[in-house]
């Protein structure tokens, strides 16, 4: 496999949970179900007719796994916009 394509998914995937952390403010609780989610899809194995694609896995485990530990860093901003909204 080109390492180029690995570096460009794995890249998308990685901006694009930044920049819906960026946008989008949820609950607490779905950026914690969304780590869960991101272990269970790395570290269980599929059997062997249903294997995925491994770039399609890692995609959505770097996905859900930055999209759930990046929600502390983006919280501030989320609290000040919605503050002023009501202001």
Known sequence: MNP?????????AFLLALALLYRYCVGWY??????VIAFVIGLTPFPEGWRPPDLVVGFFFVFLFVWGFGAPFFRG???RSL?????
């Open 77 to 79: 901003r989320h609290r």
């Open 83 to 87: 503050t002023q909204r009501n202001a």
């Open 4 to 12: 180029l394509l690995v570096f460009v998914v794995y890249g998308a």
């Open 30 to 35: 779905w950026h914690a179900l969304s780590i």
